[in-house]
C-alpha cells in the first residue's frame, strides 16, 4: 500500500508565490519519475512539471521560469516552488508517484487526492 499525500495549497494573490509539497510513503523500493498535475475547472488535468530520479525536469510551457520542481529522494518527497502566480494558475494540483516495489518489478503509478490553489486578481 502507498500513500501520497499532498499540501501547501491555498489562497494567493496574483503576483504572489505558494510551495506545494508532495510525501510517498508505505512498501516502496524505490520511486522513478514524480509528478505535479493540475485540473481547472471545466479543463482537463494536465502536466505541470515532472522530475526523474535522476533530478531531470520538464515544465509545461506557461510555468516555465516560474515554478521549480525539486525532490528530496531518501524522504520520498517532492515539491513545487510556484512564484508569480498568476490567475490562470487556479486549479486542484495533483501529485504523483511512479513507484517500484522490487528492484526487477514494473512501476505502478500512484496519485495523491489534490490540493486546491486559488489566485485572485
Known amino acids: 500500500q502507498v500513500q501520497v499525500v499532498e499540501s501547501g495549497g491555498g489562497l494567493v494573490q496574483s503576483g504572489g508565490s505558494l510551495r506545494l509539497s508532495c510525501a510517498a510513503s508505505g512498501s516502496i ?8 498535475y493540475r485540473e481547472a475547472p ?10 526523474s530520479s535522476g533530478g531531470s525536469t520538464n515544465y509545461e510551457d506557461s510555468v516555465k521560469g516560474r515554478f521549480t520542481i525539486s525532490r ?18 487556479t486549479a486542484v494540483y495533483f501529485c504523483n508517484a511512479d513507484v517500484k516495489f522490487q528492484y526487477s518489478g514494473p512501476t505502478f503509478r500512484f496519485w495523491g487526492q489534490g490540493t486546491q490553489v ?3 486578481s
Open 29 to 36: 523500493f524505490s520511486i522513478n519519475a514524480m509528478g505535479w
Open 42 to 51: 471545466g479543463k482537463q488535468r494536465e502536466l505541470v512539471a515532472v522530475i
Open 118 to 120: 486559488t489566485v485572485s
Open 72 to 89: 528530496d529522494n531518501a524522504q520520498n518527497e517532492v515539491y513545487l516552488q510556484m512564484n508569480s502566480l498568476k490567475p490562470e494558475d
